[in-house]
């Protein structure tokens, strides 16, 4: 079936298979993932969106939409369907007086953050450079500024998105205020975002990194429960982070704004214990945001699994502490401004979680997914019985489970009402799904 045809005006570029550069546009973050679009439109403008979605409903094509390709269940690569490559759709435009950026939808975090920092600005957005502005913040946007300025769905002004039928409309307060709320922390169901208008903060353009080592063993419990006691009360510049890796417990924070203060506060963890390391590293906001960067590329498996707690109990921590020491835990601190918009506001859920979990399993020899994966998932079944629900972006193969732990049956019927308005055809499935109710 060729789609030349309906496609043959694009701004962008069409690949089929065996095309040069077919294989690079359809590799993703997880190595696991191998499949074979029969079209991939990398689009560089909005009507090439327009164009795609269109084609992609006449020839009854899946539709997956790809910007960082960083599911962990590789959702942007359809099977024998069309991939929409939003990444030549990579612009972002800064107005510093005004303290707005306009990001365009393919549109990478690192792109975000090194156009607002030339002047001093930022706004939330993750913890990997190479993450896509569009699938972290329709999930909600987790980052280092989230406790001072919100998550990023929180700080998105206003939205331009390409519908199920091909229309163009925008999202906002005062413009389609119900799709506006769905798009913050409802995902990848409503449509295709080309275009993010963000509010951007005056945070400076320097970091600390504050991180202490323990040994997991007996002491590694104590240690935990009073890092996670200090985190109660800790500066909304601080945002406790700890790990647990292959028998080593680290734990600490990362202060964004004047590095001096966050040394300051840094000797709060003096009443830990003596770490068998320390490092405190002062560096730019740049360099923060790129510190987790994937320099193996698209080359490891991955599985991951997560939860959400609402207090981190000491039984919790003893559970933590039997962590398959192949799979890494981390703990992220929320709180802060995260907590203070209503529940209501946003499709986003769970603002009074104290701290998201994850189970993050990495590797490279095919013959051990089976094992890594159970790893994974036996580490984070150990914790269910604390968690209070999941960050929708840390989903992976749950499914209608899964989504009813990221939200309230409420939300949920809402979320459905919003599907039934804007995709009643549910054409944009690959995500974590709201099913409309027909």
Known sequence: MSVSVTLDDLDGQLLLDGDPGYDEARAVWNAMVDRRPRVIVRCASVPDVVAAVRAARELDLEIGVRCGGHSVLGMSVPDDG???????LGGVRIDAERRRAWVAGGALLGALDVAAQRFGLATTAGNVSHTGVGGLTLGGGMGWLARQYGLSCDNVISFEVVTADGQVVRAS????PELYWGLRGGGGNFGIVTEFEFRLHPVGTRALSVELEFPVDEAAAGVLAAWRDLSATAPREATFA?????????VGFVWVGDPEAGREFATQLER???????????????ELQTREDSVEG???????KGHYFKDLSDAAIDALLLHDPAVAAS???YGGAIAEVADEETAFSQR?????????????????????IRNARESAARLAPFASGIYVNVLSDEGVDGMSRAYSAEKLTRLKALKDVHDPDNVFHLNQNI???S
Do not use: C
């Open 272 to 286: 830990l214990g003596q770490p068998a390391a320390e490092r405190i590293v002062e560096l730019s906001y740049v």
């Open 173 to 176: 307060k005062g413009e389609n």
């Open 242 to 250: 700890a790990s647990i890796v292959g028998g080593v417990a680290t």
């Open 82 to 88: 069309m991939m929409i490559d939003l990444t030549p």
């Open 352 to 372: 009074d979680t104290a701290f998201e979990y994850v189970a993050a399993a990495r590797w490279t020899d095919p013959d051990e997914d089976e094992d890594r």
């Open 435 to 437: 099913r409309p109710t």
């Open 298 to 304: 698209h080359t490891l498996r991955r599985y991951w």
């Open 331 to 333: 703990l992220q601190a």
